[in-house]
């Protein structure tokens, strides 16, 4: 009885140890598959690390990319102040053309006034020349009372005397004043040498020069042929 218990014994210390080192070995098979799995793991992190590095490295800009950008923003900008330059002198100059456009009509239109005015006060005055001047040989034609200045060519005093002319001209109660040139064609007979002012027929008139006739009804009434007669005779007429 006592063998067969000691052999049971033994038999199950066998089935115990045979049993430990199943689980042994099945612990060492299991170690390597986790370090496989382990080592696997560490080297995808390694590889994603890298990949991540290599990726931020590839995002990164380089020295030659940003050198140029820099390039192109300094020759942008530069483009944008001479296109800005172009567009001042560009506004410039078309407001100084304008002015000028506008200075042109303006000077353009103020000499087309000035002309017309000046010709009507040339037709004005030929009107009044052909109104005032009349000839020697019919200067006793005109009814009433009235004065004829006769002027010698070359006179320095004809300009006094037509302003006061034209001065008494502006009195209504002054006798008309008209005129008669010695230049004339038909009154170049007239200037003589020796005045002679009391004639009969006006054909033998003469003066010597610048003379201012008074001429009532018809007839020469009376001559004033100095500068001192002439000129107080026109004064009392413009007063």
Known sequence: MANNDK???????????????????????????????A????????????????????????KESIAAEKQIEKTFSKNSEVVKLIKIVAIVTAIMLVFYLITLVATNK?????????????????????????MIGTMLNKEGTYYVLIEEDGD?????????IQTAGANEDAPAIYKANLTDSFNKGYLSKEANYDVDNISDFRVTGTALVRVANGSID??????????NKLTELAE
């Open 7 to 37: 052999n049971k014994n033994q038999a199950k210390k066998k089935t115990e140890v045979k049993e430990n080192a199943k689980k042994e070995s099945k612990k060492n098979t299991k170690q390597p598959k986790e370090n496989k799995k």
């Open 39 to 62: 080592t696997k793991k560490t080297e995808s992190k390694k590889v994603n690390k890298k990949g991540n590095k290599q990726e931020k490295k590839s995002t990164k800009p380089s």
């Open 110 to 134: 103020a000499d087309e006034v000035n002309k017309e005015n000046a010709d009507t006060e040339e037709q004005e005055t030929e009107t009044a020349i052909q109104y005032d001047y009349i």
């Open 156 to 164: 320095n005093r004809l300009s006094e005397y037509d302003t006061l």
């Open 222 to 231: 009376e001559v004033f042929d100095t500068y001192d007669t002439i000129k």
